[in-house]
């Protein structure tokens, strides 16, 4: 049944959990046999369009694929190109993919310091793995398009160490992705350090009608999240 609502605020409904991980890229990982990972190229283009517009309804909280829309989206402006895309195949198939976006022109992380036990940890791992000093920003990455077939943990796998292998050269520290607290891809990612944050995802609306029982997480209704960690 719809929540009643707050003061001002119309009726919604709870429809389901996000949960957003953050990964730590520490170590390099052993690749997991039997998939082909890497990046893709130009050539790549019409089987990445050709594997959304089949994969890509398939998710859950989707919205629908248009290719026009996906080609406008690599052509540079946000720092984003086919290039940065990491392919995943088994047996000569593609099984997963996913965009590999360093945000920092639109979004940064920035240190102001280290206090307590934090401080603590800097000194101790500074020389270890790629902590950003005081004042500095932290080097991350957000996963865009991650798409994987059948939801497979193996996949996600290893994609995942993938992008850990490549992108520990390159002095990043921090992956971030999200998908539905139930997926059972998310297996895939307990193989890193990490931290996760969930997100209630609700339902709004002004119309009755709208907010009966859905059958399926596929709706355009208009909808906001309450984060928590």
């Not at 517009?53 to 909280?61: D, F, I, L, N, S």
């Not at 190109?81 to 997963?96: P, S, T």
């Not at 077939?149 to 921090?174: R, V, W």
């Amino acid at each position: 049944m719809p929540h009643p609502p707050l003061k001002g605020m119309p009726k919604y409904k709870r429809r389901i959990e996000l949960v957003s991980k953050t990964l730590l890229l520490i170590w390099k990982k052993r690749p997991i046999k039997g998939f082909d990972v890497r990046f893709a190229t130009e050539e790549d283009l019409k089987k990445i369009i050709q594997f959304l517009e089949e994969e890509y309804p398939k998710r859950t909280m989707s919205f629908s694929f248009r290719a026009d829309w996906f080609q406008n989206k690599i052509n540079g402006d946000y720092d984003l190109c086919i290039k940065d895309y990491l392919l995943v195949f088994k047996e000569g198939n593609l099984v997963g993919l996913c965009g590999v976006w360093d945000m920092k022109s639109i979004k940064r992380t920035k240190v102001l310091r280290y206090k307590g036990r934090m401080k603590v940890v800097y000194h101790l791992l500074k020389l270890k793995i790629n902590l950003p000093k005081p004042g500095s920003n932290f080097k991350e990455l957000y996963l865009t398009d991650l798409i994987i077939k059948n939801e497979d943990a193996d996949i996600l796998k290893a994609l995942l160490i993938g992008i850990n292998n490549y992108y520990i050269t390159k002095g990043y520290l921090l992956v971030h992705f999200s998908s539905y607290k139930n997926s059972p891809m998310l297996s895939g990612s307990f193989l890193f350090f990490g931290f996760k944050m969930f997100s209630n995802i609700f339902f709004k609306s002004n119309d009755a009608k709208i907010m009966k029982p859905f059958d399926s997480y596929k709706t355009f209704t208009p909808y906001f999240d309450i984060s928590y960690m």
